[in-house]
Every structure is written in structure tokens, then in C-alpha cells.
């Protein structure tokens, strides 16, 4: 079982930027691959980035390549996500979540462990 929860969301004015935290309990966090995905409001839920268990190799959704960096320390059992040049479309509530698949997957079905999500805004 592992429990997470984001923190670091908050009001940014349009070009600004956000680093998102997302800490896990448990002992075994290394062995799970991690994921960011958002939900805007009255839209379905999309990836937006994921990294393997050792934080090699991470995978962007298009609208994020080049604009968020994720990363995670597995002795801090904690994954982020830096946002730079953020724009009104990015506002969302972000999610982090985990899963055993040993590669990096775009899909929510291939992640378990969910957390409430934390909400970012944009403002123009």
C-alpha cells in the first residue's frame, strides 16, 4: 500500500512557475514508477509526465515538453514536478500517482496509487 499527497499548487500569474512535490509512505517507493497527470475543469483527466523507478528516462506528455521537468529522490521517498512558463491552459488540479509497471506509461490504468491532487492557477 502506498498513501500519497502533493503539495506546492497555488495562484501564478501566466509565465510564472510552480514546483509540485508529491511524497509517498512506505518503504518500497523505488519499486514503483511514478506519474503526473491533470484535470481541468469540465475536461477529462491527461498524463503529463512519468519516470521510471530509478529516475531515468522521464516521459512528457507534447504540451509539456520543454516547459516541466520531472524528477524524484527515492531516499526522500518524493517525486516533483518543476512547471516554468506556465499559461492559463495549465490550470488544473495535478495528481500524482504510482504503479509497478517497470517502464514509463501514459495510461491511468497502468497507476494504483493515487493522491488528492493539489490546484493550480493561472492567471492571464
Known amino acids: 500500500q502506498v498513501q500519497l499527497v502533493e503539495f506546492g499548487g497555488g495562484l501564478v500569474q501566466a509565465g510564472g512557475s510552480l514546483r509540485l512535490s508529491c511524497a509517498a509512505s512506505?518503504?518500497?517507493?523505488?519499486?514503483?514508477?511514478m506519474a503526473w497527470f491533470r484535470q481541468a475543469p469540465g475536461k477529462e483527466r491527461e498524463f503529463v509526465a512519468a519516470?521510471?523507478?530509478?529516475?531515468?528516462?522521464?516521459y512528457y506528455a507534447d504540451f509539456a515538453k520543454g516547459r516541466f521537468t520531472m524528477s524524484r529522490d527515492n531516499a526522500k521517498n518524493t517525486v516533483y514536478l518543476q512547471m516554468d512558463s506556465l499559461q492559463p491552459e495549465d490550470t488544473a488540479v495535478y495528481s500524482c500517482?504510482?504503479?509497478?509497471?517497470?517502464?514509463?506509461?501514459?495510461?491511468?490504468?497502468?497507476?494504483?496509487?493515487w493522491g488528492p491532487g493539489t490546484q493550480v492557477t493561472v492567471s492571464s
Open positions: 519516470i521510471r523507478r530509478n529516475g531515468g528516462n522521464p
Open positions: 512506505g518503504r518500497t517507493f523505488s519499486s514503483y514508477s
Open positions: 500517482a504510482a504503479g509497478r509497471s517497470s517502464i514509463v506509461v501514459a495510461l491511468e490504468i497502468a497507476y494504483t496509487y
